[in-house]
């Protein structure tokens, strides 16, 4: 799996990441675009690459019509943190996504687009987000 973290969230969660996971790629956006890079521009980019999947806490790209536009046409797996992951510090998000990154390995590998939100709880099963 490559994972891109996006802007919106600490890089710090894919540099403690990818260690502990080396047989993925798990990046911050930031090390992969420039600054200025817009959304629509690094998923299309992604989409053009191949087999992504991203980490993101933007719930704004699955309302704004443009952006879910992208979202739709792309081919990356999208991982939401929303609800109660909001609230967790970096190091607590960290942690708590340990116990995910198996699951969405084996979803981003039996799909090849999707949108997800991510339980909090890690016995839960991914929620496909409504399209």
């Known amino acids: 799996m490559k994972l891109l ?3 919106n969230l600490s890089p710090s969660l894919a540099y403690s990441l ?16 420039s600054a200025n890079t817009t959304d ?3 998923i299309n980019a992604l989409t053009v690459e191949g087999g992504w999947a ?3 806490a933007e719930r704004r790209l699955k309302t704004r019509p443009h952006e879910r536009l992208a979202l ?6 999208f991982f939401f943190l929303t609800g109660s992951w909001l609230k967790y510090s970096v190091p607590e998000t960290a942690w708590r996504l ?3 990154v198996p699951l969405m390995a084996q979803q981003a590998a039996i799909a090849d687009s999707g949108l997800f ?3 909090v709880n890690a016995s839960s099963k991914l929620r496909p987000h409504g399209r």
Do not use: C, H, M, Y
């Open 5 to 7: 973290v996006d802007n």
């Open 18 to 33: 990818q260690p502990l996971f080396p047989e993925f790629q798990i990046i911050a956006l930031r090390d992969k675009f």
């Open 40 to 42: 629509l521009e690094w």
């Open 54 to 56: 991203a980490l993101t």
């Open 72 to 77: 739709d046409r792309s081919r990356i797996v």
């Open 98 to 100: 340990i116990r995910l």
């Open 117 to 119: 939100d991510l339980p």
